[in-house]
């Protein structure tokens, strides 16, 4: 079955949360669930997610972003950049509500989804239209301790656009795939150039199976 999308048209219905959601989501499970329906639905009929990936939304997307909370500081200010759909910034934010987020996206049907998502949800989260190079958004965002993205921008290009984010000491956490882990040692020396120091890989959510993902991680050495 199939239910119909405000637009009119049939979308597949949103997935039911797999068992490992709960774990990972805890007391925001529900939130989650809510975000999740948003995807299948408006998130389809907007272009935001494709409807071939509905069936997966858990694992595909929701879970692999949520895995990356293993690799952020606890009471981190966090800043999604090229945020899309939410990917991965609101589910990391549902798994660890201790964070304070800030989602950066340019693209104005974009940004409307994901403040429909942040009031719909009570979230105290905000978002920036923008780019993450741009000074005003820059001074809109301030300080940050973690920067991050999922197949945004080759790291190099990344980095450069989120330099001006990055303080002394706070890291750029990107979802990558098997290629990007591949050619990450012939970047090393470009990213080092470029300020960024301890750059490595590290596999993340190990416990939840097929939604287990890969992130490189990065730190902003000393001006």
Known sequence: M??????????????????????????????????????????????????????????????????????VPRGARVVDVGSGAGLPGIPL????PDLRLTLVEPMARR????????????????????????RPVRAAVGAVDVVTARAVAALPRLVAWCRGLLRPGAQLVALVGARAVEELPAMVPELE???????????VGAEL????????????GAR
Do not use: C, K, Q
Not at 46 to 67: M, T
């Open 193 to 203: 150039a470029a300020g960024m120091r301890d750059v490595h890989v590290r596999a």
């Open 93 to 96: 934010a549902l798994a660890r």
């Open 111 to 134: 940004v409307e989804f994901l403040e429909e998502v942040v009031a719909e949800l009570g979230a105290p989260w905000r978002v920036v239209r923008g780019r993450a190079e741009e």
């Open 209 to 220: 199976g097929e939604a287990a993902t890969t992130v490189v991680v990065m730190t902003r």
């Open 2 to 71: 199939t239910e119909p999308t405000p637009s009119g048209t049939d979308a597949p219905a949103a997935p039911p949360a797999p068992p490992v959601a709960r774990a990972v989501f805890g007391a925001g499970l529900a939130d989650a669930e809510r975000y999740v329906a948003r995807l299948a639905t408006d998130g389809v009929t907007r272009g935001l997610i494709g409807p071939r990936e509905v069936p997966r939304l858990w694992e595909r997307h929701v879970l692999n972003s949520a895995a990356v909370a293993e690799a």
